[in-house]
């Protein structure tokens, strides 16, 4: 799946809830899309980590939330975390790797939350809510 099908950049700056999934495994884009969707988020998705530094860049805004697998080829997610813009845009690590060296990594990188892999969508949810209200 391409990042233009999961969602038009241009969603990120048409909402305030606004909210990019990158991951490399399209079944987990399609779990955290249909738990956000749900609660009324508009979701972009990035199959990896360049597609989703070309989407921010090319978008001219940024969205609130980057749900942000650690674990893709190419550039992995410490590596876009610590690109992001994090004066506008949090963070959440969303990995199989439940590591202490992994959640250091991600917060010396600027994420402001992490959530492990299986994960439950009321977790989900609720770190993204409280994410916000940060």
Same mark, same amino acid.
């Given at each position: 799946?391409?990042?233009?099908?999961?969602?038009?950049?241009?969603?990120?700056?048409?909402?305030?809830?606004?909210?990019?999934?990158?991951?490399?495994?399209?079944?987990?884009?399609?779990?955290?899309?249909?738990?956000?969707?749900? =609660? /009324?988020? $508009?979701?972009?998705? !990035?199959?990896?980590?360049?597609? #989703?530094?070309?989407? %921010?860049?090319?978008?001219? *805004?940024?969205?609130?939330?980057?749900?942000?697998?650690?674990?893709?080829?190419?550039?992995?997610?410490?590596?876009?975390?610590?690109?992001?813009?994090?004066?506008?845009?949090?963070?959440?690590?969303?990995?199989?790797? =439940? /590591?202490? $060296?992994?959640?250091? !990594?991600?917060?010396?990188?600027? #994420?402001?939350?992490? %959530?492990?892999?299986?994960? *439950?969508?009321?977790?989900?949810?609720?770190?993204?809510?409280?994410?916000?209200?940060?």
């Amino acid at each position: 799946m391409s990042a233009a099908a999961g969602g038009s950049a241009d969603a990120m700056t048409a909402t305030r809830r606004a909210v990019l999934v990158v991951d490399d495994d399209e079944k987990i884009r399609a779990v955290v899309r249909a738990v956000l969707e749900a =609660d /009324d988020f $508009e979701v972009v998705e !990035a199959p990896d980590g360049q597609t #989703a530094l070309d989407l %921010l860049d090319r978008n001219g *805004s940024s969205p609130q939330i980057v749900v942000l697998d650690v674990m893709m080829p190419g550039l992995d997610g410490i590596e876009v975390c610590r690109r992001v813009d994090h004066e506008t845009t949090r963070v959440l690590m969303l990995t199989a790797r =439940d /590591d202490d $060296e992994t959640q250091t !990594a991600s917060k010396q990188a600027g #994420a402001d939350a992490f %959530l492990a892999k299986p994960f *439950s969508a009321i977790d989900l949810l609720d770190t993204v809510e409280s994410m916000l209200r940060r």
